[in-house]
Structures are given as structure tokens and as C-alpha cells.
């Protein structure tokens, strides 16, 4: 399965500012995503990550606010615009792998911000 | 993709099997029962997906009853290092690439 880095692994960062987050693969992949979990919640999908084209945004998630770049088959990021508070979570990148759609999603290990 | 329904916790004594069980009640043909787990401050892990049979892997067993209404993970001898919220997921596997995760089943497993 793909492994994937992601950094920062987790910051604190003041109001108001932005924090942009990297997904690199190991290897090509055509599916990318990106996941929110607050604390003690489930992980909520935020968007999915195309090559060479816009993003797909899920109900709830607007680009101005989460702007996401795929500028080649192995790495995207996330922006977190514009902070406040309540954006204080785990931020998780995500692959989908193998000849079955499903089979062998592999997640980073996450980035835990802290907004203040 | 067919909502499930999982209990929010469970208990099970180490060295015990760990039964969890899901409802898919609307399920449909074409849909996967997938099962994936999140241990504290990790990403979520794939653990083991199946159709209509059983399914067994190093991991894990995977139960689906024959109406495929629901489905049980049974992971046999569990240990502490199981404690995780289990996920369990029912969707297509051609349509979207979209993984959509539910509440899940906190599981502890105790001494």
C-alpha cells in the first residue's frame, strides 16, 4: 500500500492567520482526499483532491476557506484559511490504492492544529 | 452509500474475541461492507471489506448475514493494542472513490 507523509505533524497558530498543509505519496495515485476530525468526532470528508483540475468540495466546505492544490500525482495541499478556533482539529490526507475502488485506502498520520 | 448503524462502545476482556456488530439495512446489491480502525492519534486502518461471504484475513473475520442486512467483525483473540472506534462502511466500489466514515464503535478492550 502507498505511504504517505504529512507535515506538519501539528502546530499552533494564531487566529485569523492560515496554515497550509503537504500530502506526499510514494507513489502515483489518482484518488486524493482530504478528512477534518474534531475532537472526539469522526473524521468528516472535506474534499476530494483532482489532478490538474479544481477540487471537489463536500456540503459544508468552500474553497475560500479551504483552498487545495494537486499539481502532480503524488503530492497535494491544504489551506487552512483565515483561522479561527473552531478549525482547531486533525486535518488527514488520504489514497485510494489498488484495482478495487476501496480496497487499500491508506491514511497520513495526521496534522493536529490548535487554534488560539 | 447505505447508512450504518453501530453500537458508540463496547468492552471486551483481553485474550477474548471481540464481536462487533453493524446494521446495513438498506444495503444494496453492489454495495461492499468495509471495515477500517482508527487507534488514538493515528489515521484510520484498513482491516478487512467483503461482499457476501465471509471474509478472513490476518486481522480479522468478517461475518455478513445472508440477507446482508448487517455484519459482524469479529476480531478473535483480542489485545490491548485493539482498543480503537471501529468504522464500518457500506459503499459502492466503483462510483466516486469517496470513503464516508460514520460515528463508529469505540471499542476498549480491559485487562
Known amino acids: 500500500s502507498a505511504v504517505i507523509s504529512q507535515k506538519p505533524s501539528r502546530d499552533i497558530c494564531q487566529r485569523g492567520t492560515s496554515l497550509t498543509i503537504q500530502c506526499q505519496v510514494d507513489s502515483q495515485v489518482t484518488m486524493m482526499f482530504w478528512y477534518r476530525q474534531q475532537p472526539g468526532q469522526s473524521l468528516t470528508l472535506i474534499a476530494t483532491a483532482n489532478q490538474g483540475s479544481e477540487a471537489t468540495y463536500e456540503s459544508g466546505f468552500v474553497i475560500d476557506k479551504f483552498p487545495i492544490s494537486r499539481p502532480n500525482l503524488t503530492f497535494s495541499t491544504l489551506t487552512v484559511s483565515n483561522m479561527s478556533p473552531e478549525d482547531s482539529s486533525i486535518y488527514l490526507c488520504?489514497?485510494?490504492?489498488?484495482?478495487?475502488w476501496g480496497y487499500g485506502y491508506t491514511f497520513g498520520s495526521g496534522t493536529r492544529l490548535t487554534v488560539v | 452509500d447505505a447508512k450504518t448503524t453501530q453500537p458508540p462502545s463496547m468492552d471486551c476482556a483481553e485474550g477474548r474475541a471481540a464481536n462487533l456488530p453493524c446494521n446495513h439495512s438498506?444495503?444494496?446489491?453492489?454495495?461492499?461492507v468495509y471495515w477500517y480502525r482508527q487507534i488514538h492519534s493515528q489515521g484510520p486502518q484498513y482491516i478487512i471489506h467483503g461482499l457476501k461471504n465471509n471474509e478472513t484475513n490476518e486481522m480479522a473475520s468478517l461475518i455478513i448475514t445472508e440477507d446482508r442486512k448487517s455484519s459482524t467483525l469479529i476480531l478473535p483473540h483480542a489485545t490491548l493494542r485493539d482498543t480503537a472506534v471501529y468504522y464500518c462502511?457500506?459503499?459502492?466500489?466503483?462510483?466516486?472513490?469517496?470513503?464516508?466514515f460514520g460515528q463508529g464503535t469505540e471499542l476498549s478492550v480491559k485487562p
Open positions: 438498506t444495503i444494496s446489491g453492489n454495495e461492499y
Open positions: 462502511i457500506a459503499r459502492r466500489g466503483n462510483q466516486g472513490g469517496k470513503l464516508i
Open positions: 488520504s489514497v485510494g490504492t489498488g484495482g478495487l
